[in-house]
């Protein structure tokens, strides 16, 4: 997957190779950053326009906060599809008849597990 774009400097990055875009000093609006790229032996400087830049194309908002948080009604809401598909395929499961291969199987797992079990301690003979 090739994901190069052009900065506003003429930069060309690859961000299929994106590792870390690291500030290098928090404390103004013009903050230097620094993007760290897979293979590369070096991290590329960038000032905040190219970070900015390159934030969009990563689809994160800046504006966005997140405190580390997980939230759990979120994460459930996302699930519900996923879910639904489980427990689809759960039911289908169950309504589906064995083989008579996989009986023959069971028979033989019973009298594996059986085989070296004292009397009285047996699994499944009755």
Do not use: C
Not at 13 to 36: C, G, H, K, M, W
């Amino acid at each position: 997957m090739n994901k190069t774009i052009e900065l506003s400097t003429g930069k060309i990055v690859d961000l299929s190779r994106f590792v870390a875009l690291i500030p290098n000093d928090d404390t103004t609006e013009n903050t230097q950053y620094s993007l760290i790229l897979e293979g590369y032996p070096q991290s590329i400087n960038l000032n905040y326009e190219e970070a900015n830049s390159i934030k969009k194309h990563l689809k994160l908002g800046t504006e966005k906060k997140h405190d580390g948080t997980w939230d759990r009604e979120e994460q459930l809401r996302l699930n519900q599809p996923k879910m639904k598909k489980l427990k689809e395929k759960i039911e289908r499961m169950k309504q589906e008849q064995p083989s008579a291969e996989k009986a023959e199987f069971f028979e033989s797992f019973k009298r594996t597990m059986d085989a070296h079990r004292p009397e009285g301690r047996k699994l499944y003979e009755h």
